[in-house]
């Protein structure tokens, strides 16, 4: 049984409804199970077009999934995509209230800033650093719509790859003076180390991630455009966020990002 297009409203309304009420709900692919993964990118797509209909402005990019260990964790063995819009941006400086979430946890990223539009099937990790203004160290705030946190490849797809907020820090550098491979971070939850990780984690090189973001991008005609954030995936585990957590993430050269959730 294949879903037909009029479906994907309603499940649209079902995520969109979970994040507004901060209440988990069912995987859609419970219900629907012959949802397919490009129906899943589809309904992503349709989702962020209703958010900018809606008045929130395209951001940019993130990527997830895009270390081993967890894809292992997931069960799920591609990175995956979903798209940035305005009322995802939080600042350092103003507490994240925890009571607009349903169960979030956080995450260290690089992020990078694109000085030019980047589209195409064959593009690499030196066509993305050209085409990057800076990186800059970020966290990201994931809250998966979904019961539990739990979900397959089709579901998360769906609901935009878990986003909910993010936050870059204030040392932005320009990327061909870095090796992004081999930056460490180290991430403490109010004071005390929580996780720790370096840059090769994400696909091998951040870069490389964002490269293929924007290989897989071009199977839909997209790509990234100027003045986008990609937040190029997590560099460890994501731990949960509570009310009153600090959560600083250290990047060596890249300097540091904070969150107080409240
Ligand atoms: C999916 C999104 C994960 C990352 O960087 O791995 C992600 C999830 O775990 O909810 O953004």
């Not at 397919?36 to 797509?45: G, N, P, V």
């Not at 696909?203 to 897989?216: I, N, S, T």
């Not at 005609?221 to 585990?237: F, H, P, T, W, Y």
């Amino acid at each position: 049984m294949t879903v037909v297009r009029e479906q994907f409203l309603e499940m649209i309304d079902v995520l969109a409804s979970a994040e507004r009420t901060c209440r988990e709900v069912p995987r859609l692919t419970e219900q629907h199970p012959a949802l397919t993964i490009q129906d899943a990118y589809a309904m992503q797509s349709q989702w962020i077009q209703q958010k900018i209909q809606q008045g929130a402005r395209r951001l940019g990019v993130k990527l997830g999934l895009t270390s081993q260990a967890k894809q292992q964790m997931m069960g799920i063995h591609e990175a995956i995509y979903g798209y940035l819009v305005s009322d995802m941006l939080a600042l350092e400086w103003e507490p994240v209230s925890r009571s607009t979430l349903i169960h979030p946890k956080i995450e260290p990223e690089i992020a990078f800033m694109m000085k030019e539009d980047l589209a195409g099937a064959s593009v690499t990790a030196e066509d993305v650093i050209r085409a990057t203004s800076y990186v800059a160290p970020a966290l990201e705030i994931i809250d998966s719509r979904y019961q539990d946190f739990k979900f397959t490849h089709v579901d998360v797809v769906a609901d935009n790859c878990s986003s909910a907020r993010f936050l870059i820090g204030s040392t932005w550098i320009e990327p061909s003076t870095v090796d992004l491979k081999s930056i460490g971070m180290v991430m403490s939850k109010n004071g005390a180390v929580a996780t720790t990780g370096a840059g090769a984690a994400v696909l091998g090189d951040p870069a490389e991630a964002v490269a293929w973001c924007v290989r897989k991008l071009a199977q839909q005609n997209e790509g990234l455009k100027k003045g986008d954030i990609v937040l190029s995936g997590a560099l460890s585990e994501a731990i949960p966020l509570n009310a009153g957590d600090t959560i600083q993430a250290s990047f060596g050269i890249l300097g540091t990002v904070s969150c107080h959730c409240g």
